[in-house]
């Protein structure tokens, strides 16, 4: 292995911008665009918490950047940069590292987002860190909160939920699917920008689901200070989770408790539901409404029989 | 220990600007000052390579914002905002983190910068890694980067050279020094903000001094495609540092090659001499001038006889 300063500048100089000055400076430099508020978000993967050590390293960047991407999408601003954080075993690599930044590229070049700096740095414990910090733009004053959902809004959510914890049961062998769909949701989740950019204005509050959708929606509950009521039979589960789960049904909770499927929930009034269902249509996002807020605290789920559905885990907890 | 929302309600909340909704959203939202460009930067730190495990927490918190906030300083960008990304051990104590918390507290009161996100997650291997990503303005288009220098400019540094480095080895046992001067400019390293702020417009290319004084006047020399030539007897060491070397002779290459101090080097035209002088006073910020900028390329250091110094190591490889 190269020392750091060739690595970034093999791996990781071809994913700049030029606000990160060819990755040689001690920092970025922004021109913010006029009239625009930026969005700012990090969030940190570990190896054996958020992936595994052994998945391929594109999908595990993938991840790393999609999850990020994903917090700008609940709060539908654009995607613009972002910056690196790398702990790497001493002994990485080359080969990884290539994969790694490969990663990376497909998935800035499907959002336009660009690299702009970061640091690149060992660990004795060969535990894999890695530290994104991602910036958006959005029309100033306008950014979607997890605080401005209201009394009798209705409760949506994008995609099919469940099927990333799914997947990674099928991953590492507890659970058999056929096909690859469950597993590709939990390697390469695919984040809503271009949908979570176009809510802007037409929803009330919106949260990424990346602790699960029961822990995500009282996220946003907690933060307006309401309640919510969603239906189990309303939750949208794809056919590859409902084979998984005629098999395995004591699993069915993974679909309103799994993490990791990077779908947006999210609350508008009534008076949007054509408006939602044009922007489903436009993007080709399956958007489904699951529910409506209330006075009140907390989220109940309620099964087919109106009965509330006992919950045990509404997300993971590190510690 | 609580969970990971608690633990950020009760540590990090009370550190929070109001950009950071509380800390209870996806993402930070700021309005850019008019007329002002943001300087971002993102260091990581890591257990046992950057700091020990044993260090008191409070300093590790310390030295974590203090070496982004030392980045922003050689660009002159004044300090506004961070975000935290914290992986801990699954066992870490309350009291660890109430300790951490007061370290990042008193160095934003001494320079205004404010908590607005982050991330806090476990690790299985026990190691810590703390990623801080920190944004500073400066007037727009006028950032001091690393490419400005130019031939015949004075390069100078602040403060003196090796004393983190000696306090390191002063920490770990290695060397004997009487005082806490150097473990402490090893724990809690000073950045130079607000003279690097006042440093806008009459420098002409900065970097601050992480890898060792060498090794990041060589960066300068890279981006700037240029030269520079200094002299050991010019270099500033501390009385401390010199009773150290005194003893121990054959450290002397830490003033050179050593890490951590967290001082600037800049480079600055001939004409700029006095107003660098009055700014040394203003802050009461020693700043020697070390030796001048060439063509060619690389970083000469020449003893007192005029011979080049023979360097071993120019600044820590990670891999």
Redo the contacts between chains.
């Keep these: 292995?190269?020392?750091?300063f060739d690595?970034i500048k093999t791996y990781f100089k071809p994913l700049a911008g030029s606000e990160g000055?060819?990755l040689?400076?001690?920092?970025?430099?922004?021109?913010?665009t006029?009239g625009f508020?930026?969005?700012?978000?990090?969030?940190?993967?570990?190896s054996?918490?958020?992936f595994l050590s052994d998945d391929p390293a594109d999908t595990i960047a993938h991840k790393a950047l999609a999850v990020n991407l994903s917090?700008?999408a609940?709060?539908g601003?654009k995607p613009k940069y972002y910056?690196?954080?790398?702990?790497?075993p001493?002994d990485?690599q080359s080969s990884w590292l290539a994969e790694f930044a490969q990663g990376l590229k497909g998935l800035q070049d499907a959002t336009g987002c660009k690299l702009?700096?970061?640091?690149?740095?060992?660990?004795?414990?060969?535990?894999i860190?890695i530290?994104i910090?991602a910036?958006?733009e959005?029309a100033?004053n306008t950014?979607i909160?997890?605080?401005g959902a209201n009394k009798g809004d209705d409760v949506f959510v994008t995609g099919t939920l469940g099927d990333a914890a799914l997947g990674l049961g099928v991953r590492s062998g507890d659970l058999v699917s056929d096909g690859e769909f469950l597993v590709s949701r939990y390697l390469k989740p695919k984040p809503r920008n271009e949908l979570g950019v176009s809510l802007v204005g037409t929803v009330s509050a919106s949260?990424?689901i990346s602790d699960g959708l029961l822990a995500d929606l009282g996220?946003i509950c907690?933060?307006s200070n309401l309640s919510a009521t969603i239906y189990e039979d309303l939750l949208p589960v794809s056919r590859s989770a409902e084979d998984v789960l005629k098999k395995h049904p004591s699993c069915r909770s993974l679909v309103w408790s799994g993490g990791d499927d990077y779908e947006l929930v999210f609350t508008a009034p009534k008076a949007a539901r054509d408006k939602i269902q044009e922007k489903s249509n436009d993007f080709n996002v399956l958007i489904t409404r699951i529910g409506h807020i209330d006075v009140g605290n907390g989220v109940k789920l309620l099964d087919d029989a109106g009965n509330s559905v006992t919950v045990e885990n509404t997300g993971f907890?590190?510690?």
Tied chains: 1, 2.
């Design positions: 292995m190269t020392d750091e690595l000055l060819g040689i400076d001690d920092a970025a430099c922004l021109q913010p006029a508020d930026l969005v700012i978000t990090k969030d940190v993967l570990v054996d918490i958020h917090d700008l609940a709060k601003a910056l690196l954080g790398l702990t790497l001493q990485i702009i700096g970061g640091d690149t740095t060992s660990s004795k414990t060969g535990c860190v530290s910090t910036i958006g959005v100033e950014m909160t997890r605080a949260a990424d996220h907690t933060a907890k590190h510690f």
